[in-house]
């Protein structure tokens, strides 16, 4: 496909001319910005679930929909997840959503930052139809968030990767629980953490939900370093290992995507690139990586899987 791209960019992701794809000025009732989608395939269109923030400054999640994923986007009159009194855990906002595709429920499952007065925490809910949802509620009470669930067991165990932040030291790292029925969780396990002097350094959050491959989990991150212009979010990528994802088998010394363009450094978070969601088509190998930019517009870049392996697999 065409594409737009900064020279000083890793050219594995390629920018949709298109982008961004949708931005405030589209939805179809007064919101400050709309960003940080979550990203499925019905069978008919993609998907969106996006993070939409109102002139409260609190987000709701809302759902738009196109026929090819990148242009004619039709927007869902009323917001799908919203705060409400009735769910004290997010009364003040439904934030960052990530959307896994469970066959075994024969649903999608929404893994959501749920913030509330004591924080920000993972929630979970479900959905058939991208028009209802059935919450299961918390799972990881705050500080918690940047949760994503792998689309089937491991052994007999669901598995959510998520980011508490640590009692000791303050960190923010990937780590992942297990389940036997989405509601009751054991103990995190870390993965991975952030790297001390890298692009890295200051946190990491999980992206999308990992993509089975036969080389393992493909996994895109968000990770944060600390500049004096401020913060700047990157995406990088790591493997894990298909029967014990905490196994890292391979993960990128750099970042393959970083805020480059006018629509990524200019808005309410100027710096910012942050994946929730992609979509691979077998077919022709595409892989779309939709993201937030400067927490304002939404946007999305494509490669293809198998380019994206081959690079990763040069990594140590």
Known sequence: MPESWHPGEQRVFRRAVANPLLTADDWPYPVNAVFNPAV?????????????????????????????????????????????????????????????????????????????????????????????????????PPDDKNAALLPRRIGEHFVLFHRPRTVVGGHADVWMSRSLDLRSWLAPEPVFRARAGQWDSARIGMGPPPLETSDGWLVAYHGVRHTVAGELYRVGLALLDLEDPLKVVRRSPEWFLGPATAYELQGDVPGVVFPCGWLHDPFTDSLRLYYGAADSVVAMAESSLSEVLDRLSRCG
């Not at 996006?50 to 400054?57: H, I, M, N």
């Not at 709701?60 to 009735?86: F, K, Q, T």
């Open 40 to 140: 499925a395939h019905d069978g008919e269109q993609t998907v969106l679930v996006c993070r939409v923030e109102d002139f409260q400054g609190r987000s709701h999640l809302s759902v738009a929909r196109s026929a090819d994923g990148l242009n004619g986007w039709s927007i869902d009159p009323e917001p799908l997840i919203y705060p409400s009194a009735d769910h004290q855990a997010e009364m003040w906002g439904a934030e960052d959503p990530r959307v896994t595709r469970v066959d075994e429920l024969g649903a999608w499952v929404i893994a959501y930052t749920a913030y509330g007065p004591t924080g920000p925490a993972v929630s979970l809910a479900t959905t058939a139809d991208f028009r209802t949802v059935e919450r299961i509620g918390v799972v990881c």
